[in-house]
């Protein structure tokens, strides 16, 4: 059967607090291990942090993924060079361009998944604001452009930056299942129309937990249906420090983002091993 593989985020580890206390890069790894997770995602652009972490995760046997927010092509090579001193799982690109034209975009991106390409690294682009693939319409034409490019599918951004309605349209619905059919990758993170990060303990954010979760198992049906039975799929936990944790007046968070990634992870399991286990059920059926 294909595997799940669950990582934190070592900039969702990050603390900013009003006392300032942080964790350091040794309890970060600590914590992600004990908590049992399978890796970490780690930085191009934090290089000596990005090594010391890999080294450190290799001691644990944790695996190590790697995103980066290029801006040119030699951007993406720095990537690659550390993608293989590290031993990552994947690159994922975070594409800090600007085209005006879904031609202009996909002629950038195309030389960018043909230098991973011949290098042997899985290259994943990312669907976030203030890159390539702000605006969802535009990503879709640049996929149409573009059959090799692979996703990433982080969908709080796109439900907030097009302020999808309650309930979700079917129009909605299905751009975004576009983009699942696409994804060989998922970023967890549960979004409103109006706030990039809600609070999953919150009661009054289930409808949106639950929406999201809906959207992942019909990804993870999409992708098992692509891959085989050796294949591992990748799901990054990513709730962010503030500004994307909210704050209340005394500058701490309003809700504990540790207990609630640990959530995520056991949701998306869940959907997984079920997945599973209707596989199992359809195939002695046959």
């Known amino acids: 059967m294909p595997r799940l593989q669950v990582f934190q985020s070592i900039w969702a580890m990050e603390q900013r607090r ?26 191009v652009e934090r290089t000596e942090v990005t090594r010391r972490a890999a080294e450190l995760l290799a001691k644990r046997g944790l695996g190590v993924s ?6 040119c092509l030699d951007d993406v090579r720095q990537g690659i060079a550390l993608f293989h001193e590290i031993g990552a799982v994947h690159y994922n690109v975070i594409g800090q361009i600007y085209p005006l034209t879904v031609d202009e975009g996909a002629r950038e991106l195309r030389r960018w998944i043909e230098a991973c ?3 042997r690294v899985p290259v994943l682009v990312e669907t976030h604001r203030d890159c390539i ?5 535009y990503t879709l034409q640049l996929m149409d452009a573009l059959p090799e490019m692979r996703i990433c599918a982080d969908l709080s951004h796109y439900l907030v930056a097009r302020e999808f309605s309650w309930p979700v349209s079917v129009e909605n619905h299905a751009q975004v299942r576009r983009v699942l059919e696409r994804a060989d990758a998922f970023q967890g993170r549960v979004a409103s129309r109006e706030q990039i990060q809600v609070q999953t303990s919150f009661p009054q954010h289930r409808e949106w937990f639950e929406l999201f979760q ?14 085989g039975a050796d294949d591992t799929l990748n799901f990054l936990c990513e709730l962010g420090p503030k500004e994307y944790a909210m704050t209340g007046p005394d500058g ?9 990634a640990l959530s995520i992870r056991d949701a998306v399991q869940r959907i997984w091993t079920a997945l599973g286990v209707e596989e199992a059920g359809a195939g002695r059926a046959t």
């Not at 009003?18 to 930085?43: C, F, N, Q, T």
């Not at 959207?215 to 692509?226: K, Y």
């Not at 701490?252 to 609630?260: F, N, V």
């Open 66 to 71: 790697l995103s980066g927010f290029p801006k």
């Open 252 to 260: 701490y968070e309003l809700s504990d983002r540790w207990e609630e």
């Open 117 to 119: 390409d011949e290098a």
């Open 133 to 137: 693939t702000t605006d969802l319409l």
């Open 214 to 227: 809906r959207w992942w198992e019909e990804g993870f049906r999409l992708w098992r249906a692509r891959h």
């Open 18 to 43: 009003p006392d300032k206390v942080e964790w350091s890069l040794e309890d970060k790894i600590a914590r992600v291990a004990d908590a049992g997770y399978d890796g970490l995602d780690v930085y």
